[in-house]
């Protein structure tokens, strides 16, 4: 329950960061943001964790880089791949890592893989797609996004591996270290890398630096030694709804009856394969239920 509630949490903060993300980025180049933002990460970190890493030994640090590596990899075809294909396209490719990392948990460490987690997966998918819409975008653009979803699912699948072996908190340190590594080598490529000036900036590194990054991975790590990859994954999939309702309260998005089904439908995705989630949603619905039976005299 605790793993559940915690991830449930670090989607809420992806989510709500899209809207400060889109507005930094407006005004400040992408790769040197996530540049600073992974190096926000490192040092938010770096205390508790630099003492840790040398127990890590090289085949944690190998473990952590992979980690980054699949991280950067993710977060730098998704944004290639936005360039050039449409925005509900890659929402919606982007959402399938919840097929993606079953199956690969299963084709690379033949991991059982319940019929409620593939029920969860399906209501996952079409809340997905009814979300974003699912516009045709470019075949190009389409594949770089997949690529990226591809290695989203990877890093997740491969967090279940290494969780239980190594120091969670060292091994994030090496995931966000390396991955600042990735971004500023691009930066630095493309004559991007400069001093981020006013709060819009500083306000979107700080949150996704500290909050987004440093301690939403943690937590991955952390949550991935008491839930498995697929139901993680799944959980994940929370951060589309949370982006939708934060755009809505925020920045007055709309979602429309189909927005909102397809909110309703990963939700239910994620009650039906997370026995924790079930429980969560009987015991606030039944608070809701003694609350009118209080409320009702007046």
Known sequence: MP??????????????TFVQVKDAVAIYPLFAFLAVRFAIAGATLAIPAVPRVRGLGRTGVAAGALLGLLLAAGYAL??????????????????????????????????????????????????????????????YGDLLVLSSTAAQALQIVAVERFANRYDPIALTFVEMVTALIVFLAIAVALGDLGLPRGWTV???????????????????????????????????????????????????????ALGWGGCAAILAGIVLAEPAAAVVLRRLVARGDSGRTRRSPR
Do not use: N
């Not at 793993?3 to 709500?16: H, I, K, M, Q, R």
């Not at 949550?223 to 951060?239: G, H, K």
């Open 3 to 16: 793993a559940l509630l915690a991830l449930v949490a670090v989607t809420a903060v992806w989510g709500v």
């Open 78 to 139: 998704q944004t290639a791949g936005l360039q050039r294909t449409t925005v509900s396209s890659t929402g919606f490719i982007t959402g399938l890592y919840v097929v993606l990392t079953p199956l690969f948990a299963l084709l690379l460490f033949r991991a059982r893989i319940g019929r409620e987690v593939w029920g969860g997966v399906v209501l996952a998918v079409a809340g997905l797609a009814m979300l974003s819409g699912v516009e045709a975008g470019s075949s």
């Open 202 to 256: 500083w306000g979107a590194l700080l949150v996704t630096g500290v909050f987004a990054s440093a301690l939403a991975y943690l937590i991955q790590v952390w949550a991935q030694r008491r839930m498995s990859a697929s139901r993680i994954a799944l959980v994940f999939s929370l951060e589309t709804v949370f982006a939708g309702l934060f755009g809505y309260a925020l920045a007055g998005d709309r979602l429309g």
